[in-house]
């Protein structure tokens, strides 16, 4: 793998400022270096190994950087610790070599950071502005070595609301010019209480559930730039349902809240419910090559991991539908034997029969079973056989639809995703894209471990006491062991108490769970809650759009919360000019001016978004991949390949847009600011700024130039 180099600022002539993922180098001063600054250090590899037992987390930091040039480097190692946590135990090893630290309490590492500012002249370092930090003097770097750090120390996990919330420093953000090379973190959770609930909102986490006391969270990039620290948050309860609720609100404004439900791991001696389901494959011409083989090798591990006691058929399709069996089957060992072959001599070729094979689908599923009844259709095309009017196929599954849910996955550009959406949509069930080249097999056995084992079957979710509106999703999903469901929505001010109500069905029994929470009056914690339910609120607004049609106030609405809350859409273009068309959205238009008094980047012209009506192809194919993510996403930051070339920041509960390359707080009005208060960039007024109102660091980090609106006085940080 090439070696990502990350780029760094000139300290004084000559220095080098050199950065680590979670924390910074500051290298001496080099007295006449033969090469000109700034410099470069080559970062190698970042890695983390986290053993969280209950509440104590053991952390151990592993990274190799490299010195390319002639001459040695000598400095200080700093590393921020996390808000609100104990920590003890540091150590740092250098090439084998123990070197001693020290912790700084939050005064004295202002200075430090202070320091640190005047000389650099990044506000990026007022991040951690506000935090204790570990400091510690390294040992040369000579020329063109590698050296290999690792950082341990012991972390006392804090409980945040309903939840543990373990945070690992690790935004650098605008401290790089470029991208780090290889990052990879690796959480074992351990609990005494079976382990329930457990997501990241800031990064896109892998979750293996081990047990129902353990798991394992990874994450893992290349050529990354790290824009948030990682957060995770866990709970563990003997329960058999966990319900824990977090909110945001903040005065006199309605509230947000984040509603989670975890049945857990699936505990030992507890049989699962028995479910009915009918796998409906497309092996048209077109799934010929590896697409049909990958599908097969899916479908495959599947029938290996039936229950004995769920019912199971086949269903294949191109030009005409073939059944495995006219009828649903135990998945008996025989019954699966005899599948496999089926599946293993199927061939692709001919047209696409799709209301022929979903007819059959929902024929075969009895229509007063008590157990959960799915249909996972998979397919890469569109209707070209028998019926092939989109609205006509809608509408004759809508009528035979009973209470089947489909999981629907659409491979390649081909497919018809207005039909799929649609399908999704009407039997309350999801649809999930597959780029071309994808490893269908992946895709397959990755969703059906999620839904092997269900537990609670057309669940209801109600909240009394206080009124809620904009909930998604707007139909809770069925619950399956080893999963979670997570609900964000909007609450009425000034909240209160309120008790939550999840009903559902087992077998043959009704079930009931409750909890009593407060909707607080004001709550300046969890801001990501509020960007969660953006996000899920666009993708309901762009769904709409694309099945019922394009109306003003909907893209208005989208306008107005992809502004506020810096979320990319086909109608609001927050991107570097120049790196507009690297983008997933084909066709998003430059940017446009004129908003909020200042001039910005507005939006687009209708005509060069995506054209929502379109069904078929790379850009309607894209299009409904976003929304389908956005629907499922429980993390707050954009994507990635989005967040580097964004020209909006969201820093805790506020929205910064560069305006003439001024970041201007969203909340700012000019004839509306009580007090205005002008201060130069790294002044004395700035630094005196600062030590007056350390809260303010992290609004100010992120940029030079800043407006920002602080408890009704506007700050206005210029050249």
């Given at each position: 793998?090439k070696?990502?180099?990350?780029k760094?600022?000139?300290l004084l002539?000559f220095?080098?400022?050199?950065l680590?993922?979670d924390g910074i180098?500051i ?9 000109p600054?700034p410099?470069?250090l080559n970062?190698?590899y970042h890695k983390v ?7 104590v ?7 190799e950087?490299e010195?390319?040039?002639?001459f040695?480097i000598e400095?200080?190692y ?14 740092l090893v250098m090439d084998?070599k123990?070197?001693k630290?020290?912790?700084l309490?939050?005064?004295?590492a202002r200075?430090?950071?202070?320091e640190l ?6 506000p990026a370092l007022?991040e951690?502005y ?6 510690a003097r390294?040992?040369?770097l000579n020329p063109?070595k590698?050296s290999?750090?690792k950082?341990?120390?012991?972390h ?9 919330k373990?945070?690992?420093p690790?935004?650098i ?5 470029e991208p780090?090379g290889e ?6 959770v351990k609990t005494?209480?079976?382990?329930k609930?457990?997501f990241?909102?800031t990064h896109e986490?892998?979750?293996e559930r ?6 394992v969270?990874?994450?893992k ?9 990682f957060?995770?948050?866990y709970?563990?309860?003997p329960k058999?349902?966990?319900?824990r609720?977090?909110?945001h609100?903040?005065p006199n404004k ?10 857990g791991?699936l505990?030992k001696?507890l049989k699962p419910?028995s479910?009915d389901i009918v ?7 077109s ?5 049909i083989e990958?599908a097969?090798e899916?479908?495959?591990y599947i029938?290996n991991?039936?229950?004995s006691k769920?019912?199971?058929n086949?269903?294949a ?8 069996f ?7 060992k ?15 070729n001919?047209?696409?029969?799709i209301i ?5 689908a ?18 890469d095309g569109q209707?070209?056989?028998?019926e092939?009017?989109?609205e006509r196929?809608i509408e004759?599954?809508q009528?035979k639809?009973g209470?089947e ?6 491979v390649?550009?081909?497919?018809n995703?207005y039909l799929l959406d ?7 069930g999801t649809v999930d894209?597959?780029q071309p ?9 990755g969703f ?5 084992y269900p537990?609670l079957?057309?669940?209801?979710l109600?909240?009394k ?7 998604y999703?707007?139909?809770?999903p069925d ?5 979670q469901?997570v ?6 001010h ?5 008790t939550?109500?999840v009903?559902?069905?087992r077998n043959?029994?009704s079930l009931?769970f409750?909890k009593?929470v407060?909707l607080p009056?004001i ?14 609120r666009v993708?309901e607004?762009?769904?709409e759009?694309k099945?019922?049609g394009e109306?003003?106030?909907?893209v208005d609405?989208?306008?107005?919360l992809?502004t506020t809350?810096g ?7 927050f991107l570097?000019t120049e790196q ?6 084909e066709?998003?238009s430059?940017p446009?001016?004129?908003k ?5 980047l507005?939006v ?7 054209a929502?009506t379109?069904k078929v192809?790379?850009q309607?194919?894209?299009?409904s991949?976003?929304?389908?993510k956005?629907?499922?996403?429980v993390?707050?930051m954009?994507?990635?390949?989005y967040?580097v ?6 820093v ?12 201007v707080?969203?909340d700012?009005?000019?004839?509306a600011?009580?007090k205005?208060?002008e201060?130069k960039?790294?002044?004395t007024?700035?630094f005196k700024l ?6 303010l660091?992290?609004?100010l ?5 800043v407006?920002v609106v602080y408890k ?5 940080i210029?050249?």
């Amino acid at each position: 793998m090439k070696l990502a180099k990350l780029k760094v600022l000139t300290l004084l002539m000559f220095l080098t400022f050199g950065l680590y993922a979670d924390g910074i180098i500051i290298p001496d001063p080099v007295p006449h270096p033969p090469i000109p600054g700034p410099h470069y250090l080559n970062i190698n590899y970042h890695k983390v190994r986290i053993d969280i037992e209950d509440n104590v987390a053991q952390v151990v930091v592993d990274q190799e950087f490299e010195n390319p040039y002639s001459f040695r480097i000598e400095g200080t190692y700093i590393f921020p610790l996390p808000e609100d946590a104990t920590i003890s135990s540091f150590s740092l090893v250098m090439d084998g070599k123990e070197i001693k630290g020290e912790v700084l309490e939050r005064d004295k590492a202002r200075q430090i950071y202070q320091e640190l500012l005047r000389k650099s002249m990044d506000p990026a370092l007022l991040e951690y502005y506000d935090k204790n930090m570990f400091r510690a003097r390294i040992f040369p770097l000579n020329p063109h070595k590698t050296s290999e750090v690792k950082l341990s120390y012991e972390h006392i996990v804090p409980l945040s609301g309903d939840f543990y919330k373990f945070v690992y420093p690790l935004k650098i953000d605008a401290l790089t010019l470029e991208p780090m090379g290889e990052i990879e973190i690796e959480v074992h959770v351990k609990t005494q209480n079976p382990l329930k609930t457990i997501f990241s909102p800031t990064h896109e986490v892998e979750v293996e559930r081990i047990d129902e006391y353990n798991a394992v969270v990874k994450f893992k990039a290349d050529a990354y730039r790290p824009t948030a620290d990682f957060e995770l948050f866990y709970s563990a309860s003997p329960k058999e349902f966990d319900i824990r609720l977090l909110s945001h609100k903040l005065p006199n404004k309605d509230g947000f809240f984040m509603l989670t439900v975890s049945p857990g791991y699936l505990p030992k001696g507890l049989k699962p419910i028995s479910k009915d389901i009918v796998f409906v494959l497309d092996v048209s011409g077109s799934m010929s090559g590896d697409k049909i083989e990958q599908a097969k090798e899916g479908l495959l591990y599947i029938l290996n991991h039936l229950d004995s006691k769920d019912n199971f058929n086949i269903i294949a399709f191109s030009n005409d539908v073939e059944l495995l069996f006219e009828h649903l089957v135990p998945a008996s060992k025989l019954n699966i034997q005899t599948a496999k072959k089926f599946v293993e001599d199927l061939e692709a070729n001919g047209g696409t029969n799709i209301i022929d094979a979903l007819d059959e689908a929902i024929e075969q599923l009895p229509m007063r079973s008590s157990r959960p009844k799915y249909i996972v259709f998979l397919t890469d095309g569109q209707p070209t056989i028998k019926e092939t009017n989109d609205e006509r196929i809608i509408e004759h599954i809508q009528r035979k639809l009973g209470d089947e849910r489909m999981f629907i996955f659409g491979v390649g550009y081909d497919v018809n995703t207005y039909l799929l959406d649609k399908l999704a949509e009407i039997s309350l069930g999801t649809v999930d894209y597959v780029q071309p080249g994808a490893d269908l097999e992946v895709v397959l056995s990755g969703f059906y471990n999620k839904i092997a084992y269900p537990a609670l079957v057309e669940p209801q979710l109600r909240i009394k006491g206080v009124r809620v509106y904009a909930v998604y999703p707007e139909h809770m999903p069925d619950l399956f062991y080893g999963s979670q469901v997570v609900i964000v929505g909007r609450y009425k001010h000034p909240g209160g108490e309120a008790t939550i109500v999840v009903r559902g069905k087992r077998n043959d029994s009704s079930l009931v769970f409750t909890k009593s929470v407060e909707l607080p009056r004001i709550q300046r914690g969890y801001d990501f809650i509020p960007r969660i339910w953006a996000r899920r609120r666009v993708a309901e607004l762009l769904a709409e759009i694309k099945l019922h049609g394009e109306r003003k106030e909907l893209v208005d609405e989208i306008v107005d919360l992809g502004t506020t809350y810096g979320i990319v859409t086909p109608y609001t273009s927050f991107l570097v000019t120049e790196q507009v068309e690297e983008l997933a959205y084909e066709g998003m238009s430059r940017p446009q001016g004129g908003k909020f008094g200042l001039p910005t980047l507005g939006v687009p012209p209708p005509a060069a978004a995506p054209a929502p009506t379109q069904k078929v192809g790379r850009q309607a194919f894209a299009y409904s991949q976003r929304v389908s993510k956005l629907k499922q996403q429980v993390t707050a930051m954009e994507e990635p390949q989005y967040e580097v070339a964004m020209k909006v920041k969201v820093v805790g509960d506020k929205t910064f847009e560069l305006r003439d390359s001024i970041w201007v707080d969203l909340d700012y009005d000019s004839t509306a600011c009580k007090k205005t208060v002008e201060i130069k960039f790294g002044s004395t007024k700035y630094f005196k700024l600062l030590n007056e109102k350390p809260k303010l660091a992290k609004y100010l980090s992120v940029g030079k130039y800043v407006i920002v609106v602080y408890k009704g006085v506007c700050y206005k940080i210029t050249e």
